[in-house]
């Protein structure tokens, strides 16, 4: 009981600290914001703007999805450096305004978990990790999306309880502004004119069906999402991403593993992904690899090599410097079972 006592103590300090410096953060920025000059990137734990002129891009990327990859796709090299040896950071730019990560240091779990039973937004548990490609002028951004098609993934015959999908179906725009940050489980972005890279995965929530006429949906419980016909109970935190095959049953809790190669005529996605529910039994998790074949003309197609689970829902789009795009793959996802436990 002390010890819970004591979390709960810290926790509240926690709070307190927080709103103060963000109370700080608004008056600070109220006085000294103009038009002329743009504010930090709240993403980037480095703070500060960018130190040199942003690189022309041609494609207009809007929406909160636009916004995060226009920043990323501004930023200096020094800055982008900077991002790449964070590692992988727990983070939600719409909660950072001060330029450094509300939630703390890189991979510190246990204490999201803590600040996340003091009532933290849960939306803000992403992970996010950047990595250098081999740059292409000409070849545009390249976006891999993966979702879940249905809004609730569970076992088949028994859906009153499962993780929450993103209910939408397939996409030829994964940046469009209709989509928010969350509404992927995760998304690999790799622009080639610039050789900059990045990685997102998202938290997940556990979902059950709300029963039309329950006692609880006579009551405004905040836990519940209201005018839906399901209950958001929990968020858990997404794990960390980490570059490099994953080491089994001796990593512990199941993290995500992505090996990212690429050359001026390829790009390899191979890819070990779990929700953060089922992370700590090793089960359910989604593997690549995802090959991609350049050819002459700029274009890109998946390669034989490709091997990805069919689940869940794929995406591959490149968004070309004039202001086009074209599909590279798309698939639909399957049921969790098999989709995620097949060969």
């Given at each position: 009981m002390e010890e819970v006592l004591t979390r709960l103590q810290r926790a509240?300090?926690?709070?307190?600290?927080?709103r103060a410096e963000?109370?700080?953060?608004?008056?600070?920025?109220?006085?000294?914001?103009?038009e002329s000059s743009p504010p930090a990137l709240p993403s980037d734990p480095a703070g500060?703007?960018?130190?040199?002129?942003?690189?022309?891009?041609?494609f207009n990327y809007q929406g909160e999805r636009g916004q995060q990859i226009q920043e990323f796709l501004n930023w200096s090299d020094t800055r982008f450096e900077t991002m790449v040896s964070q590692g992988s950071i727990e983070t939600d730019y719409r909660f950072v305004p001060s330029g450094e990560p509300v939630w703390g240091h890189p991979n510190q779990y246990r204490e999201s978990l803590d600040k996340l039973a003091a009532g933290w937004p849960a939306e803000a548990f992403r992970q996010s990790?950047?990595?250098?490609?081999?740059?292409?002028?000409?070849?545009g951004l390249i976006v891999i999306d993966f979702w879940i098609a249905e809004d609730v993934s569970g076992v088949p015959g028994f859906d009153a309880l499962g993780l929450a999908g993103d209910g939408r179906g397939p996409t030829t725009h994964p940046l469009s502004p209709d989509l928010a940050a969350d509404d992927s489980r995760?998304?690999?972005?790799?622009?080639?004119?610039?050789?900059?890279?990045?990685?997102?995965?998202?938290?997940?929530t556990v979902r059950v069906i709300d029963v039309p006429g329950s006692i609880d949906s006579l009551f405004n419980d905040p836990l519940f999402r209201k005018g839906t016909q399901y209950?958001?109970?929990?968020?858990?935190?997404?794990?960390?991403i980490e570059f490099g095959p994953?080491?089994?049953?001796?990593?512990?809790?199941?993290?995500n593993y992505f090996e990212i190669n690429s050359s001026t005529d390829s790009i390899s996605v191979d890819y070990d992904a779990i929700n953060s529910v089922t992370a700590p039994t090793h089960l359910i998790s989604v593997d690549g690899p995802l090959v991609l074949d350049r050819d002459a003309s700029g274009q890109y197609h998946t390669s034989a090599l490709t091997d990805v689970d069919a689940y869940p829902s794929i995406a591959v789009v490149q968004y070309l410097p004039d202001g086009?795009?074209?599909?590279?793959?798309?698939?639909?996802?399957?049921?969790?079972?098999?989709?995620?436990?097949?060969?």
């Open positions: 509240l300090e926690i709070i307190q600290s927080t963000l109370r700080g953060h608004l008056v600070t920025s109220t006085a000294t914001t103009h500060g703007p960018p130190d040199h002129a942003p690189p022309p891009q041609t990790r950047y990595f250098e490609v081999t740059p292409v002028p000409g070849d995760m998304m690999v972005v790799i622009d080639r004119e610039t050789g900059r890279g990045m990685v997102t995965v998202s938290p997940t209950h958001d109970i929990l968020t858990v935190p997404a794990r960390p994953n080491p089994g049953l001796t990593s512990g809790v199941h993290n086009t795009r074209q599909v590279i793959y798309s698939q639909e996802n399957q049921p969790v079972i098999p989709g995620a436990v097949g060969d």
